[in-house]
């Protein structure tokens, strides 16, 4: 194949094929969980010289800048992202408060940021720390999948991305995982505590975030139609060093939700689907598990976790699963190496993910704002020297 035939869209599919396109597929911004403070980005613009812009909040939780085309294009971005209307954040407008920014989520989760030196929200207060039976689950008030606003513009933007501009694009999710939001809602100790004492509530809770999953992809997969190639699901399973949960609860709990998940996912779509599955942390124990259950794509390879070994990852699950990030260190390299440093770490990553295809370069999570320009660049510089096949 000649250079000019390559478009993103068709180096995303031979990679996602296990196959070596012309160069590994980049992506910044594509998905909330490949993206950049917008803190980071504001001074990686000034850093290559594009004009001033007012930023587009991506994400108000973790407070992500919505990458614009410029910069894409600057970048060579291959992945662009499709995220419903909508989401967290959206339900109530924040308001200041005894030094703090604060808002409620459409699920009821009230978070906090510093308002001096805040560089994201954190959760405060768990809308169902206080229930203990299946009757207040009912009667709680779950937020509407089927709500119009979470869909207005999925489909022309997925048939400008796939049709006329022919890059690819993650769909995004309306909720974080069923496990997480389930932690999230009644706090991880009440959570933790209702796997073994509260089965009942705990799979209840389970149950119904699941069901509301469900039905917003059955709408979005429809409303995309034939014009989608990968779909965003997560669930933070582990810690920097071991897993939240045993396997053993894994498999009774969750892995049957997820599969359940996972094969509605590809059962409704009207074309074959790669499930996007992000876990931070140290889950190499459960990689097998969620392989089983349907997983095709693993997000973000965080190598600073144990067990999280990149050579060692492509060798015994390479030819099952393609990685999604790991390309260089977030927690250390990225913001307090030097451009060298991060130059090396960088060559190594795609050293070790990228033979044989199946390795789209992304950070290990998102660029937080104390990122300095110089490292993102030199990271970029390293994709394109190193990551020709």
Known sequence: MTEQKWTSRRRVAETLAHNEPDRIPFDLGGTILTGIHHSAYVRLREYLGLKSVEVEIEDPIQQLAKVDEDVKDRLGVDVYGINPGGGRGASTPSWREDGYDKLVDEWGIEWWKPC?????????????????????????????????????EMSAKAKEFMKERQVAYVLGRNAPGIFEISLWMRGFENFF???????????????????????????????????????SEADDLASQDRLLISPRMYREFIKPRHSRLFSFIKEKAKVPVKIFFHSCGAIEPLIPDLIESGVDILNPVQV???????????????????????GVDTQNILPRGSPGEVRDEVKRRIEDLAPGGGFIFATVHNIQADVPPENIVAMWEAVREFGRY
Do not use: Q
């Not at 720390?129 to 089927?146: N, S």
């Not at 469900?214 to 190639?229: D, F, H, I, Q």
């Open 116 to 152: 001096d030196g805040g560089f994201y929200y954190d959760m405060r207060r768990h809308p169902l720390a206080e229930a203990t039976c299946l009757d207040e689950l009912e009667r709680y008030r779950f937020p509407d999948p089927l709500d119009d606003v979470r869909y207005f």
């Open 193 to 231: 505590c209702d796997l073994i004492s509260n089965r009942k509530f705990a799979e209840g809770l389970l149950d119904g975030i699941c069901e509301i999953k469900m039905k917003y992809w059955e709408r979005a997969l429809g409303v995309v139609g034939r014009n989608v190639m990968i779909v």
């Open 304 to 326: 600073s976790a144990s067990g999280m070994d990149t050579r060692e990852l492509k060798r015994k699950y390479g030819d099952e699963l393609i990685f999604y990030g790991g």
